[in-house]
T-cell receptor, first 113, second 116 residues
Framework: SQTIHQWPATLVQPVGSPLSLECTVE??????LYWYRQAAGRGLQLLFYSVGIGQISSEVPQNLSASRPQDRQFILSSKKLLLSDSGFYLCAWRVTGTGFGYTFGSGTRLTVV | AQSVTQLGSHVSVSEGALVLLRCNYS??????LFWYVQYPNQGLQLLLKYTSAATLVKGINGFEAEFKKSETSFHLTKPSAHMSDAAEYFCAVNRAGGTSYGKLTFGQGTILTVHP
């Protein structure tokens, strides 16, 4: 079966510290992968997506970066966190081709203090 | 470009009452449409999707939605609300075909409250 793992579930980090959130998918190959951020009352904002290893597209300019070192691994990083980076981060994957929705991870609640 | 508008950031109903969550979309090409539900501090779960087959789509937990091209709408309904339906609901659109890479555009979400 296909599953998606995202960790950690919660994280409290000081301003200026680095960040690394990891997402892995099992039971599928060559998935499209996505990072979304959900800020309170602001819906879901697409941050990055990847259609293959080493292929990263950024949707909005920001303090974050993403990498895909393996087919089923997607990492969200920052060198120096800002207060505005606080939010709920969601990883998602979908099968290649149209008409398919996402499968989401359980999310990471990041609080920058 | 595509966009989604969810009318009403908060909807409150009594247990047993009809649930109606509104979603209007804008898309220059035939869309694929989705409804997701999110419980507190959890990821999103797919409720149902429209992919150009039947215009009335049935999903999990008794929810259904009807695609109306003339109204560019995809409203979510449930005949009788249950306490467990309290959650946040998101409508999303994906452009059919093309090179959208499966990117979904989400609405701002509607928080559903169910009163006993």
């Amino acid at each position: 079966s296909q599953t998606i793992h995202q960790w950690p579930a919660t994280l409290v980090q000081p301003v200026g510290s680095p960040l690394s959130l990891e997402c892995t998918v099992e039971g599928t190959s060559n998935p499209n992968l996505y990072w979304y951020r959900q800020a309170a009352g602001r819906g879901l904002q697409l941050l990055f997506y990847s259609v293959g290893i080493g292929q990263i597209s950024s949707e909005v300019p920001q303090n974050l970066s993403a990498s895909r070192p393996q087919d089923r691994q997607f990492i969200l990083s920052s060198k120096k966190l800002l207060l505005s980076d606080s939010g709920f981060y969601l990883c998602a994957w979908r099968v290649t081709g149209t008409g398919f929705g996402y499968t989401f991870g359980s999310g990471t609640r990041l609080t920058v203090v | 470009a595509q966009s989604v508008t969810q009318l009403g950031s908060h909807v409150s109903v009594s247990e047993g009452a009809l649930v109606l969550l509104r979603c209007n979309y804008s898309s220059s090409v035939p869309p694929y449409l989705f409804w997701y539900v999110q419980y507190p501090n959890q990821g999103l779960q797919l409720l149902l999707k429209y992919t150009s087959a039947a215009t009335l789509v049935k999903g999990i937990n008794g929810f259904e939605a009807e695609f109306k091209k003339s109204e560019t709408s995809f409203h979510l309904t449930k005949p009788s609300a249950h306490m467990s339906d309290a959650a946040e609901y998101f409508c999303a659109v994906n452009r059919a075909g093309g090179t959208s890479y499966g990117k979904l555009t989400f609405g701002q979400g509607t928080i559903l409250t169910v009163h006993p």
